[in-house]
């Protein structure tokens, strides 16, 4: 399949999918979910309707689709009965397919999806008391093979589209139910006020789940702004965040052109130990990344770049390595906070987890420093949600079945 093919520039560690626009359907009709309100405005010109008509149309639509969660054209009730049929002929408003839904013991959910070229990738929904924070991915697998994370090790890889990324978030609005409900003929402007004043579940969104979101810059960026935009799922960018394992060059465009929060995938603090653990660390050093934290966009002693580091025993835990970790934050004067994620194990792993006395030693060294570094609680670890475990199960049977297959030919 075409859009599976990696495209290799310069560089051993960072093949770039090629990313595609509108998923094209067998049935020759067109997703709008996850376009702009304006391609769905031209989509709708290109189908026939007058400039006015498309502008108008666009805009109902673009509220059902984000506002509403309706996925059918026939629910539209403010779009001309006779139109509804017409646009349905024409357009899908589509959600990724649930091959699995998975329940922690801990309240995590994790959801197994499937593209409509048939790819499976995860997303994880994680409730706390005050929020609920949905992870979400950019990429089927990953291309950058860190050596203690599971998806790392996944050989298929393709780019998630917009419309994949923003329908991770719509189908956990479904699953939660947080559409508004009964508000099909109320009032615009009253509804809205309605449902965002309740308490919602999902408040958060981190683009923590497979893949790097920076090698799939255009898609997340366009996902993140319909997720954004207060015509579409009108979420605050503060209540957003991204993480890289450190693409460089893309970081201050991230800031820019995306605006949310920055985490950073640290995980150790000299280049022999990053080379071999974050190996694109080879291509993108230390330095360069914290001078790039140091620039970033919108960072601030009130919106703080969270240094994510993995505690690996034995490999990244020692006081001399918390040490150099405070040392660096403040060489580059980063407003920074640090979150340390105890190691989770999947089969094959070649590391261990630190022990709970390290990591609470490691974590208050870099605290007495003035630099708040909290321990992350593992969440749906039962159900390999936990951080660095997703790896789909579709993917390993794949797997099996050709190596089946070879055996047999
Ligand atoms: N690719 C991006 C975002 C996805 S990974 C990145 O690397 O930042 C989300 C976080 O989980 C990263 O900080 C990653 O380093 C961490 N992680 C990966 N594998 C892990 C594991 N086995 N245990 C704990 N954290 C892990
Ligand atoms: Fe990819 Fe992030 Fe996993 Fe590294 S930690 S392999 S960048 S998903």
Request: charged letters at 30%; aromatic letters at 6%; hydrophobic letters at 40%.
């Amino acid at each position: 399949m075409s859009d599976t093919a990696l495209m290799p520039i310069p560089g051993t560690v960072d093949p770039v999918p090629v990313a595609r626009d509108i998923t094209p359907r067998a049935d020759g009709r067109a997703d709008l979910l996850g376009l702009p309100k304006a391609r769905i405005r031209e989509l709708l010109s290109e189908a026939g309707l007058d400039d006015r008509q498309a502008k108008l149309r666009a805009k109902q639509i673009f509220h059902w689709i984000y506002h509403r969660g309706t996925t059918g054209f026939e629910a539209m009730t403010d779009i001309a009965k006779t139109m509804r049929p017409w646009l349905a002929e024409r357009f899908v408003i589509d959600r990724p397919e649930v091959v699995e839904a998975q329940h922690s013991t801990d309240g995590t959910r994790k959801w197994l999806l499937r593209t409509s070229d048939g790819h499976d990738y995860e997303m994880v929904f994680i409730p706390d008391a005050d929020r609920g924070t949905l992870c979400v991915s950019s990429q089927v697998g990953c291309t950058l093979n860190c050596r203690f994370c599971h998806t790392g090790t996944m050989r298929l890889v393709r780019n998630l589209t917009p419309g994949e990324i923003v329908g991770q978030v719509m189908l956990a609005r479904d699953a939660l139910g947080e559409w508004p409900k009964g508000a099909m003929d109320v009032a615009d402007d009253a509804s809205e006020s309605e449902y965002r004043a309740d308490g919602r579940l999902l408040t958060n969104i981190v683009m923590m789940g497979m893949g790097e979101p920076l090698y799939n810059f255009d898609n997340v960026k366009g996902a993140l702004a319909i997720v954004m935009d207060g015509e579409g799922l009108a979420l605050s960018k503060r209540r957003i965040t991204l993480s890289t394992s450190g693409v460089v060059p893309m970081m201050e465009r991230c800031g820019e052109e995306i605006g949310v929060n920055l985490a950073v995938s640290l995980h150790a603090v000299t280049k022999d130990l990053r080379d071999e653990i974050v190996p694109l660390n080879r291509k993108y050093g230390i330095e360069e990344l914290l001078t790039a934290c140091a620039a970033y966009p919108g960072a601030s002693n009130a919106r703080r770049i969270t240094f994510e580091y993995v505690m690996l025993k034995g490999k990244n835990d020692s006081d001399e390595d918390a040490r150099e970790l405070v040392r660096l934050i403040k060489q580059f004067k980063l407003p920074a906070k640090v979150n340390l994620i105890p190691f989770n194990p999947w089969p094959g792993a070649p590391y261990e987890c630190s022990t709970p006395e390290r990591v609470r030693a490691f974590s208050d060294i870099v605290f007495e420093a003035g630099i708040s570094a909290p321990v992350r609680t593992p969440r749906g670890r039962d159900i390999d949600a936990a951080c660095g475990q997703l790896k789909t199960a579709a993917e390993k049977k794949s797997r099996a079945e050709r190596d089946r297959e070879a055996s047999a030919a």
